[in-house]
């Protein structure tokens, strides 16, 4: 899956990709870039949300 890396300011595939719930309930999949190595992550549709299925993930305070 592809992300935007802040710091090489590019588009890249992600690696190590996860997939986890943000605090509001949105699927959200992280990874690290290939290149420096800095997290990215990406928040998901519902479309792509219900192809990967996330149990738990964090709760508000």
């Known amino acids: 899956m592809q992300g935007y ?3 090489c300011k590019a588009t890249r595939e992600m690696k190590n ?4 719930k943000a605090s509001n ?3 959200m999949a992280k ?7 800095t997290k990215m992550n990406k928040f ?12 738990g ?5």
């Open 57 to 61: 993930g964090a709760k508000k305070k």
């Open 25 to 27: 309930g949105r699927t």
């Open 44 to 55: 998901l549709s519902k479309e792509e949300a219900d192809k990967h299925p996330v149990g």
């Open 17 to 20: 990709l996860t997939y986890t």
């Open 31 to 37: 990874g690290t870039c290939p290149v420096c190595g």
């Open 5 to 7: 890396c802040v710091k």
